[in-house]
């Protein structure tokens, strides 16, 4: 089941359209999920969170949430819990007093506030005002104040804006608590550390057009293919055995010490067969492991998407 139906959305903020910041952008978020949007500044991540939000209207396409219309049926924000890009949180208001406030507008019983304040760790600092707090501790109340009442799902524009790494981590640990108890994330992110322990699904946005679903795995494979590092004592050796494999091409040797470095990228994923060929045909392997550099498939996938345009 799907908690977040967008079909073909289309969104320009100019009257004729000419420079569409959403380009027919679909996705689908699955129940229990953690599904991640990731892109360039300007592609278009918080246009579809808002649009998904009920805040700002699409040109053209649908969206479904919770299975219904966000822009007709408010109610279903009583179940969604939404961390939006740089909360603007009242100043003069502090930290316990924001979420009072929201338990009150959302219905939910005050007690809520305790709890969340433990979550995020604000618990010491939850009297101090607004204004006094750093960036990440306003981020920590905006991230309490969404997690009230439990949501079902729960939606998060660049969640760890601001927030150092040991916050990070627990942000992360509270979101895998919450999927493990069955709420649904779509969540927006330049941190992909994170994506990659969290993220179930990913999509890549490219100037309003979302042009890959899939795995984090799938995602490597897809624009970095595979690609394994072999260090070894026995260069030559290994070049004469590798000219005879038809699946591996050598993309880069160094020197390191007395060592050097191969990158090898297979056609196909034969990695545990091309370990065996190297061992047993005399080269000296002192390591061999799988290039999965999230990074890196991220900086090939966004090249390919700029020379597409
Ligand atoms: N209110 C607005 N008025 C006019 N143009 C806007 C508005 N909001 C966004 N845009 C434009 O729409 C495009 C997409 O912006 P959006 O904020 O959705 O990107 P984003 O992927 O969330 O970026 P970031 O990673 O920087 O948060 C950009 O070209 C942006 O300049």
Redesign the pocket.
């Known amino acids: 089941m799907s908690v977040i139906v967008a079909e073909q959305l289309v969104?320009y903020?100019?009257r004729k359209g000419k420079?569409p910041?959403?380009n027919g952008v679909s996705f689908e978020v699955s129940k229990g999920e953690v599904s991640a949007l990731l892109?360039?500044?300007?592609?278009?991540?918080?246009?579809?969170?808002?649009i998904v939000m009920g805040l700002?209207y699409p040109n053209e396409g649908k969206v479904s949430v919770l299975g219904q219309n966000p822009f007709s049926r408010k109610e279903i924000f009583r179940e969604i819990g939404y961390v939006q890009?740089l909360p603007n949180l009242p100043p003069f208001m502090s930290g316990r007093e924001v979420l009072e406030m929201s338990c009150s507008i959302k219905g939910i019983d005050k007690a809520e506030v305790g709890r969340v304040l433990e979550l995020v760790g604000m618990k010491e600092f939850a009297d101090r005002k607004i204004a006094k707090y750093s960036k990440g501790m306003t981020q920590r109340i905006a991230i309490a104040e969404a997690l009230l009442g439990n949501p079902s799902l729960l939606i998060m524009?660049?969640p760890n804006i601001g927030t150092d790494p040991i916050i990070n981590l627990k942000i992360r640990e509270i979101i895998e608590g919450l999927k493990r108890g069955g709420t649904s994330v779509f969540m927006?992110s330049?941190q992909l550390d994170d994506v990659r322990k969290m993220a179930d699904t990913v999509y890549l946005?490219y100037r309003?057009r979302v042009f890959f679903r899939g795995s984090v795995e799938d995602m490597i494979k897809k624009f970095l293919g595979v690609v394994v590092i072999v260090d070894t004592s026995t260069p030559e050796k290994l070049q004469e055995v590798v000219k005879n494999v038809e699946y591996v091409t050598i993309s880069d040797v160094k020197k390191r010490g007395q060592d050097y470095r191969f990158t090898l990228s297979l056609k196909e994923d034969r990695r545990e067969e091309l370990s065996q060929i190297l061992i047993t045909q005399g080269v000296k392997v002192k390591d061999f492991f799988i290039n999965d550099e999230l990074d890196e498939a991220y900086e090939r996938a966004m090249e390919n998407a700029s020379k597409e345009k």
């Open positions: 969104k903020y100019d420079k910041a959403l892109g360039p500044n300007g592609s278009g991540k918080t246009t579809s969170i808002r700002i890009e524009d660049e927006t330049h946005i309003g």
